[in-house]
């Protein structure tokens, strides 16, 4: 295997854990509907575009589901965006990654905006040559999209590329992509997601992901 020079993280779940934020801002939203429900139901929600996540577990017709994007904003712009957390660790793998020469980039379904005053927030930015997410219109959407956007945008070979990522989504865009994969388990997934989306490796926590990263960089 070739030495990986090109490093795709996914946000949500990866590099920050956004748990209380999302939730939040979910339950804010569905109860805009009168719609209750318990936070611990909703974790599983985490990296799923939102669009999907109403029409698909609450049966939201496309109006109903822009409508309740809307209401999710409307509390995660003022206040969820930073009910989030650094994984440790973190921080000190991507300042390693970056003083090695390695490319790090950001590939997430959160809008893009969002995503970078996120990791504007927390110092992150400075480490990455790009910023990939959706639109704020609900395009640029799928894992695969944005990883063959950044791809090409950054000219990366995909033989010297990985992604990594906590969901089944990162895997699938992936290997559509031709490229490494690596599942992180500290994220969202459900019990035997990764395994069986085909990651080519899966780590426990930070620590091993950092020692794996460093392997193969």
Not at 20 to 25: M, Q, R, V
Not at 107 to 114: F, G, M, Q, R
Not at 124 to 129: I, K, Q, R, S, T
Not at 156 to 161: A, G, T, V, Y
């Given at each position: 295997?070739?030495k990986?020079?090109?490093?795709?993280?996914d946000?949500d779940?990866?590099?920050t854990?956004?748990g209380?934020?999302?939730?939040?801002?979910l339950?804010?939203?569905?109860?805009k509907?009168g719609?209750?429900?318990e936070?611990?139901?909703l974790?599983?929600f985490i990296g799923p575009?939102?669009?999907?996540?109403f029409?698909?577990?609450f049966g939201?017709?496309?109006?109903?589901?822009?409508?309740a994007?809307?209401?999710y904003?409307?509390?995660?712009e003022?206040?969820g965006?930073?009910?989030n957390?650094?994984?440790?660790?973190?921080p000190?793998?991507?300042s390693?990654?970056y003083?090695?020469?390695?490319?790090?980039?950001v590939?997430?379904?959160?809008?893009?905006?969002?995503a970078?005053?996120i990791?504007?927030?927390?110092r992150?930015?400075?480490?990455?040559?790009l910023?990939?997410g959706?639109r704020?219109d609900?395009?640029?959407?799928?894992?695969?999209?944005?990883?063959?956007f950044?791809?090409?945008?950054t000219d990366?070979?995909?033989?010297?590329?990985v992604?990594i990522?906590?969901?089944?989504?990162?895997?699938?865009?992936?290997v559509s992509n031709?490229i490494?994969s690596?599942?992180?388990k500290?994220g969202?997934?459900e019990?035997?997601e990764?395994?069986?989306?085909?990651?080519?490796?899966i780590?426990e926590?930070?620590?091993?992901?950092?020692?794996l990263?460093y392997?193969?960089g």
């Open positions: 295997m070739k990986i020079r090109n490093f795709l993280f946000l779940g990866t590099l854990d956004p209380l934020g999302i939730t939040n801002s339950i804010y939203a569905l109860s509907f719609i209750e429900t936070r611990s139901s974790y599983r575009p939102l669009r999907e996540t029409m698909k577990h939201f017709s496309m109006e109903k589901s822009e409508e994007v809307k209401f904003r409307e509390y995660f003022k206040k965006m930073f009910e957390l650094i994984y440790p660790g973190i000190e793998l991507l390693s990654l003083s090695r020469g390695k490319r790090l980039m590939a997430t379904s959160k809008p893009e905006l969002y970078m005053q990791l504007e927030h927390f992150l930015a400075e480490y990455f040559v910023i990939t959706s704020m609900g395009t640029m959407i799928s894992k695969s999209e944005l990883i063959s950044i791809l090409d945008k990366s070979d995909p033989s010297e590329s992604m990522g906590d969901r089944i989504y990162d895997v699938e865009g992936a031709g490494f690596v599942g992180v500290y969202f997934a019990e035997g990764l395994e069986g989306a085909g990651s080519v490796l780590v926590d930070v620590a091993e992901l950092s020692s990263l392997s193969i």
